[in-house]
């Protein structure tokens, strides 16, 4: 059984930046999909980043060249590292992993792909 947790969300100023962790426990070799969404309030949803293989990464539109998506096997713990925020980056962060590759080469990915799911942990960005 597959479990992941977030950690390290918290309050920062515009501009600033945060990194969030996923532990997880349980098998999530490299044939694993994993993936960073965010939800904010009264929105649906978003896939942010996604990581399959050894370094093979996706990125949404609006956090490209900003968030990078990284992964330490020894850890077993994937980070999402969070630069020049903006108050629209707010949001609660999720973290979810899926068995197979293939919900990373979706584009958006998609919830439904992913078979285990974080509490999640809130970024909250001030202007």
């Known amino acids: 059984q597959v479990e992941v947790a977030e950690s390290g969300g918290g309050s920062v100023q515009a501009g600033g930046s945060l990194r969030v962790s996923c532990r997880a426990s349980?098998?999530?070799?490299?044939?694993?999909?994993m993936a960073w969404f965010r939800q904010a309030p009264g929105k649906e949803r978003e896939g942010v980043a996604t990581m399959h293989g050894v370094a093979i990464t996706s990125y949404a539109d609006s956090v490209k060249d900003r968030f990078v998506i990284s992964r330490d096997y020894a850890k077993n713990t994937v980070y999402l590292q969070m630069n020049s925020l903006k108050p629209e980056d707010t949001a609660m962060y999720y973290c979810a992993a899926s068995p197979s590759w293939g919900p990373c080469k979706r584009d958006p990915p998609k919830q439904s792909d992913f078979s285990y799911w974080g509490q999640g942990t809130q970024v909250t960005v001030s202007s």
């Open positions: 349980g098998y999530t070799g490299t044939n694993y999909c």
